[in-house]
């Protein structure tokens, strides 16, 4: 059996608790073959996993850094010279535009009919993947037809050109992998409800492949939640709006079930409409053997925090940096360690600035990405998660199998996952956040208690083999179709 995996900004090029959840399937399932198509920022990404035999072949999309994405699809490069001959204005108007009018409309009226923008997206498919993608993008057709959608709009009309000129080339961007040429499978499925997703679409457009969806972070929300702070006219908040909203729709659309890490993630996908006998939860899997309490005499005495986390926006580490400032001056010996790599370079230096303004240089070190976790969690007397968005994060049962005391924000699947076990408090409150952290370093007992429940609960309700079981049953169940 052969599965297309679908993904976008993490495995195999990028580690993280989503790279982790595909390196645990592709490993722990030799008998499955795998087509890898990673949706990933630029072209310059480095594979960071060792494949296994059963990943047959691993296909990059590159949304940036590259003007032509069918340099990373296996096509020859007289196809090239080839696809460059055969786009003109005439051949984009007669084939190309109706399809983009079509999905350019759909997004203005708010991106509710899936079914005609899985047509657009796959009559678009039909046309860029024996045409030049470049030119049809920058071609006049393609720019008359989205800026005269604009103006048929009152509202939309408002919008100013350089943000008018940003959308429609962000949006050829995000559309690179309607260049992708599908291979016949068994199953596709994707660990995102945004574009990845869209080449499983084509793909049973094209062979009448099933699809399936796990969902770890609910696309739309994060998408909507960056989109908040985003320094954008009202109109293209809108478009971006919709955009993202008719990306998580069609999926869904498509989509023969959804897997979702957690229950909170089943609410969103059945606000959208999709059927609650379609889902089915599976929560990811921990190695309670690999991640259990260590005794490490390079912890210290000091009483100590410890977060495995991305430094970004979405992990908050802003929140656990300002939460600090009332544990230190509570407890002023009180240490913290984060340990995690810094994908945006802006953010990290904020943090590094309000670290600074708040006098913890010396109580918060950024420790960068580790490569023995199982270790970083038992670095901790407590282990805090600061998100203000999450799944059902591996960082989170990791931590839990190692009988640490947790306190998260109560976001996603976190109070799910923890049952109990932990504190909870709510997202974006440093002040809340921090008493809690006070509360457990000042009583040993209850820290003790939390730890020893959280771990039992891990090892009982999240085990590995409990996790690829149920992976395999579903692959199974599309054995041939």
């Known amino acids: 059996m052969k599965v297309l995996f679908l993904v976008s900004g993490v495995y195999p090029h990028y580690r993280g608790g989503v790279s982790t959840w595909c390196d645990l399937i592709v490993n722990g399932l030799p008998e499955i073959d795998f087509d890898v198509v990673s949706v990933v920022s630029n072209p310059h990404v480095e594979i960071r996993y060792e494949l296994p035999p059963n990943v047959k072949d691993v296909v990059t999309i590159p949304l940036w850094g590259s003007e032509r994405p069918e340099e990373y699809n296996h096509v020859r490069p007289f196809r090239f010279f080839l696809n460059s001959l055969d786009t003109s204005n005439s051949s984009v108007n007669k084939y190309f535009i109706p399809y983009f009018h079509d999905f350019i409309k759909e997004i203005i009226a708010g991106g509710n009919n899936s079914q005609l923008i899985g047509d657009s997206f796959y009559g678009m498919h039909q046309y860029l993947r024996e045409h030049d993608y470049k030119k049809c993008f920058q071609s006049e057709p393609v720019w008359e037809c989205f800026i005269s959608l604009l103006k048929e709009n009152e509202f939309l009309s408002q ?29 596709c499925h994707s660990a995102i409800a945004s574009v990845a997703g869209i080449v499983g679409i084509m793909t049973h457009y094209e062979y009448g492949t099933p699809n399936i969806l796990t969902e770890h972070g609910v696309y739309y929300r994060e998408r909507l939640l960056d989109l908040i702070n985003q320094p954008l006219q009202f109109q293209a908040k809108f478009i971006w709006e919709n955009f993202y909203k008719a990306l998580a729709r069609v999926n869904y659309h498509f989509a023969d079930k959804i897997y979702p890490v957690c229950s909170f993630n089943s609410r969103w996908q059945q606000e959208f409409g999709f059927p609650e006998s379609k889902i089915d939860v599976i929560y ?75 006098g913890l240089e010396n109580a918060v070190r950024f420790e960068g990405y580790t490569t023995e976790p199982e270790k970083s969690y038992n670095m901790g007397d407590v282990i805090v998660m600061s998100s ?10 990791e931590a839990m199998a190692t009988g640490k005391a947790i306190v998260a924000t109560n976001v996603g699947g976190m109070a799910e996952a923890l049952g109990g076990t932990g504190l909870m408090v709510p997202s974006r409150s440093p002040s809340q956040l921090g008493k809690a952290i006070l509360k457990l370093l ?32 579903v692959y199974n169940g599309y054995a041939g179709s």
Do not use: W
Not at 161 to 185: A, C, D, E, W
Not at 442 to 466: C, F, H, M, Q, T
């Open 159 to 187: 919008l100013n050109m350089y943000q008018s000129i940003n959308i429609l080339r962000t949006m050829g961007r995000f559309l690179h992998v309607l260049s992708y040429r599908p291979k016949k499978v068994d199953l």
């Open 442 to 473: 000042k009583n040993p007992e209850l820290r003790e208690e939390l730890g020893k429940k959280s771990r039992e609960l891990a090892v009982r309700d999240y085990s590995i083999e409990g996790f690829l079981d149920r992976y395999r049953e």
């Open 388 to 397: 203000i968005s999450e799944g059902f994060p591996f960082a989170l049962i």
């Open 284 to 358: 990811n899997g921990v190695d309670s053997n690999f991640f259990a309490p260590m005794d490490l005499s390079d912890k210290g005495d000091d009483p100590s925090v410890a977060a495995v986390i991305r430094i970004d926006r979405l992990k908050d580490t802003l929140n656990l940096i300002r939460a600090m400032k009332y544990v230190v001056d509570e407890i002023p010996n009180a240490k913290c360690r984060v340990y995690g790599p810094s994908p945006d370079k802006d953010y990290a230096k904020l943090c590094i600035r309000i670290r600074k303004e708040l």
